[in-house]
């Protein structure tokens, strides 16, 4: 079982910058599928990004809008989102999410997932 912390979030103007970072604990087998998702009130959770690993292939989006990225430090065993160009209507909370022993081919909704992090808060403003 694997163990996830988010970091990072926070209140930024429109056009800003943040790096989320995502920690994980725990067990984890050489494949893994991991993601960031974001939800804003009353809606499901969408997804943003996915990683493979060990192999590190990002997969995006469209939510992703070009402007986020996804990264993977394995020494830190830390996943982060980089995000540019911040618009309010990316305010929502945003979750990390792993899939242990699977690579991420298929995996495209909150369901595929069955760990996660608590989330952290993202205000944009205008």
């Known amino acids: 079982q694997v163990q996830l912390v988010e970091s990072g979030g926070g209140s930024v103007q429109a056009g800003g910058s943040l790096t989320l970072s995502c920690v994980y604990f725990?067990?984890?087998?050489?494949?893994?599928?991991m993601a960031w998702f974001r939800q804003v009130p009353r809606k499901g959770r969408e997804t943003l990004a996915r990683i493979s690993t060990p192999d590190n292939s990002p997969d995006y989006h469209a939510a992703a809008d070009g402007r986020f990225t996804i990264s993977h430090q394995i020494a830190k065993n830390t996943i982060y989102l980089r995000m540019n160009s911040l618009k309010p209507e990316d305010t929502a909370v945003y979750y990390c999410?792993?899939?242990?022993?699977?690579?991420?081919?298929?995996?495209?909704?909150?369901?595929?997932?069955?760990?996660w992090g608590r989330g952290t808060q993202v205000t944009v403003s205008a």
């Open positions: 725990g067990s984890t087998t050489s494949t893994n599928c």
């Open positions: 999410a792993a899939e242990l022993g699977e690579d991420c081919w298929g995996k495209t909704l909150e369901t595929d997932f069955h760990s």
